[in-house]
């Protein structure tokens, strides 16, 4: 599953064409939704987008409660100012590197995938970073990039998620000397790096998908019914899980039946532990 | 993605000599500057295993402290004051069992560069008498000498200094990056051997134990003081089998009388660690054997002492009792 934060609707619209994302009819945020896909518009600073990226992480992935699925990433997408041209405008660049400004605190998402990209560092802004700021001396730049939204984005995914699982693709739609903010421009800037981003959002699903268990799911049904029907403990519970594992990794087989635990009915806690005690030492020893 | 395909740097550590050796070697990594290595280095919910496939290098300065007094665990070999220091953390190699996959909170390389920083230390520890000093538990520096010299920086300044010994433990075969060294009586080089079938299946990316026997062969054929480490012994199916004819292949190659000491070590680990690891790693069954919980919350099998018995036993057909330890 991939999610995509983007602080405005023009940002968002040429992803939503382009994956088929439909509108969900959350209350609180212009949320989109496709196959593997959901997209939400934060509005624009690092605290909406903070929010919406915890919103998003804790609510719709259920992270919040159960820790989740973990087969996801997140990824925040927009249009920057660029402190020097050393790009052309519309270029797309990865960021390694996010400064929140007011805080100086610095993050790092993990790179860990070969992509089209280049790589740049990006410093987050409360206020709009203008040429004259830099030139004045108002403000000394400290990244190749300025937004206003990464390092509260960064800082909400990674509370959720692992370093690898969070991306910042911000392409450049300045030198930090635009007048008039016009929307069509925006769309334009993120519309043409849509060939490269599908690219990079197979890599990303690629490195992120969950290995397997060794356990199959039929495996795991009835071990499930096994805790149930003994009443085992919540320690017992992870004991079992583990002894089971230990065995097919150690004997390559499959479980060997467990039915008949399945099928007892535990009247005192004292049965239910001589029960699994048995069931440890036939998957340990065996 | 490929290995060091990124680099990152504290600013203070850039002008050291060893960081400028390394960017040169990795001219086309990318580099990032950082404050601390801890940002990197320390970040929540890391993972380790796919770090691994794409490891990167972080270089820093390394505050005080730099010796660390010697984990209980650890064999000392009958040696006084026992430390050790980490100039680098974390390893090239991929044992399924590494215990640093429990220790560190990334699978990233760190540098030391202030390598002096850490002679310094040992200098002044030197002043207060003899030590015992093992500077390659947290990584392996010969595997990593190509990357950055610090076997051959430690041998050297440990042939200067009187009253310390050193050993030196690795998995490397790479002895060709220091053959060109005197040997100097301080430094023990302390080979972890496994059997072939062992090292294949549990130690991934080490060299074959063939290749490390060569190695061993070179180094006392040169003239150094080589210590053998039979640690972990590895539960495995028909384990007195294989174990016993490793012991063989070993010293059919290996001149047990110019053997300086060994140790023999039964896979344990620390519970937590142990907890930590066989939680990150079901894609091995190196934890599958039954193990216990020791006094002190340190995890082996349940029949560690009938291994290491069955171990000590046939080591002491080649060597001397009292060059056997633990
Ligand atoms: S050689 Fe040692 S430090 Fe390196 S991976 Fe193996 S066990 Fe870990």
């Known amino acids: ?46 605290m909406s987008a903070a929010i919406a990226t915890a919103y998003l992480l804790a609510y719709d992935t259920g992270l919040g409660q159960t820790g989740g699925e973990k087969g996801l990433a997140i990824i925040n997408i927009g249009v920057c100012g660029a402190f020097h041209q050393r790009y052309p405008i519309g270029t797309p660049l990865l960021v390694n590197k996010v400064i929140d400004h007011e805080t100086g605190n610095q993050y790092f998402p993990d790179i860990l995938i070969e992509h089209p990209f280049e790589e740049g560092s990006l410093e987050t802004y409360n206020h709009v970073v203008r040429q004259e700021d830099v030139l004045s001396g108002r403000v000394e730049p400290q990244a190749d990039l300025a937004d206003m939204e990464a390092s509260g984005f960064f800082q909400a995914a990674s509370r959720f998620l692992s370093p690898h699982q969070i991306y910042i693709i911000k392409v450049i739609g300045d030198y930090l000397d635009v007048v008039d903010f016009d929307r069509q421009r925006v769309a334009h800037c993120i519309s043409g790096i849509m060939g490269l981003l599908d690219g990079f959002i197979k890599g990303v699903e690629g490195l992120c998908r969950v290995e397997g268990d060794v356990l199959t799911p039929d495996e795991r049904q009835q071990l499930e019914k096994v805790k149930k029907s003994l009443r085992l403990t919540v320690t017992q519970s992870h004991q079992l899980m583990d002894a089971a594992r230990r065995y097919k990794l150690r004997t390559g087989r499959q479980l060997p039946d467990l039915t008949e635990f399945t099928q007892t009915q535990i009247k005192v806690k004292a049965e239910g532990k001589k029960a699994f005690e048995r069931i440890r030492r036939l998957l340990l020893y065996e | 993605m490929s290995k060091f395909s990124h680099i990152y740097i504290e600013e203070r550590a850039t002008n050291y000599p060893v960081a400028q050796q390394v960017l040169k070697r990795f001219s086309d990594s990318k580099r990032v500057i950082i404050r601390h290595y801890k940002d990197v280095f320390n970040r929540p919910h890391q993972d380790f295993r796919r770090q691994k496939a794409s ?166 054929q040169d003239g150094w003081q080589v210590r053998l480490c039979f640690e972990p012994l590895l539960k495995v199916d028909n384990w007195q089998q294989i174990y016993g004819k490793f012991l063989d292949e070993v010293f059919s190659i290996v001149p047990a009388e110019r053997v300086f000491d060994a140790n023999i070590g039964v896979f344990r680990m620390n519970k937590e660690q142990f907890k930590r690891i066989s939680r990150l790693r079901s894609d091995t069954d190196v934890f599958a054997f039954p193990t216990v919980c020791r006094e002190g919350g340190v995890v082996t099998y349940e029949d560690e002492e009938e291994m290491r018995e069955f171990f000590y036993r046939h080591l002491s057909r080649y060597l001397p009792q009292e060059r056997i330890y633990g």
């Open chain 1, 1 to 46: 599953m991939i999610y995509i934060v983007t602080a405005l609707p023009c940002e968002a619209s040429p992803i939503v064409r382009k994956y088929g994302l439909k509108r969900d009819s959350c209350r609180h945020f212009p949320l989109y939704r496709g196959d593997g896909m959901c997209l939400i518009v934060s509005g624009v600073g690092k």
């Open chain 2, 55 to 220: 490891t990167k290098l972080i270089l820093a300065v390394k505050p005080e402290p730099f010796l660390y007094p010697g984990p209980e665990v650890c064999e000392s070999f009958g040696n006084q004051n026992f430390y050790y220091t980490s100039p680098i953390l974390n390893c090239i190699y991929d044992c399924h069992y590494c215990y640093l996959q429990g220790l560190y909170p990334s699978a990233n390389i760190v540098i030391f560069v202030n390598i002096e920083d850490f002679f310094g230390a040992v200098d002044r520890q030197l002043e207060g008498g003899t030590l015992y000093l093992c500077p390659s538990y947290d990584t392996d520096l010969l595997a990593l000498e190509g990357i950055v010299p610090y076997a051959s920086r430690w041998i050297e300044f440990a042939g200067t200094r009187q009253g310390l010994r050193m050993e030196l433990r690795t998995k490397s075969a790479n002895y060709g990056a220091i053959a060109h060294l005197k040997p100097v009586e301080q430094v023990i080089l302390a080979w972890s051997l496994s059997p072939g079938e062992v090292a294949q299946r549990y130690e991934r990316l080490a060299p074959t134990l063939k290749a490390r026997l060569s190695a061993i062969k070179a180094a006392l």
